[in-house]
């Protein structure tokens, strides 16, 4: 009796671990050794070489999450899953940088004519072999469970025009505030997003997945609602805000730089 006992207590701790959700230590401490927030903390920069160097824990990382069944992942709670789909692209958009740096230029390197680079199937998750655009626009975007148009603030392509890489790892119990910290940082950056008085010019990231700003998240059914949510970090003046909302101020969409985010 005394060993079913000591059984059933270790099948509840292990059913409790497997809720908490997933350890992301690793990946936590080669973002804090190798990215460098630049910008007055707007950008980032990626020291590829650093990563390199640590390799091996990258790898052990990169194994850790391809060893997560598609089970345990479902017992967790949305944001640990959410944070879990994050990282992963992240980390392994890190990986497939290393497989050419240092002579890569631009992510869009590791493309032909043929495939993008977010649609080469060399990352190893869920039983499955899947791409980066499986992580985002199928695993992420694709589950109505999530509907969270902020992880395009949070997801990294290794390229200048995008959002910082944060340099720490996302987590379940902090996603809230990581995600809005991210929207803040970004649309706060005037090199990518910026005000003239008859026009906003904004990143063309809202071009691309603009649907996802304009499905309801936080009752916004319109991009100029959810920018005038945020018109603060925008630097938008307080009298322009309802111009915005009504969609009496013009947008444009800003050329895109693909450069490599990497240190000098």
Known sequence: MRRLLCAIALAVIHQG?????????????????HVVMIDHGHASQVDYQGMKDEHELLTRYLAALSSVSRSTFDSWPDPEQ???LINAYNAWTVELILTRFPEIKSIKDLGTWLQSP??????????????????????IRGNPRYREPRIHFALNCASIGCPALRPEAYRGGQLESQLEDAVQRFLGDRRRNHFDGDALSISRIF??????????????TSLEQFLAAHSHALGLPEADVGRLSSGAIEIEFLDYDWRLNRVP
């Open 207 to 220: 071009r691309w997945y603009r649907e996802d700003f304009e499905r309801g998240w936080h009752g916004y």
């Open 82 to 84: 959410l944070a879990f």
């Open 17 to 33: 671990v497997l809720a908490a959700g997933f350890d992301h230590d690793v990946w936590d401490g080669l973002l804090k050794r």
């Open 118 to 139: 977010w649609k080469r199937r060399f990352i190893h998750l869920f039983g499955a072999t899947v791409s980066l655009d499986d992580i985002e626009h199928g695993l």
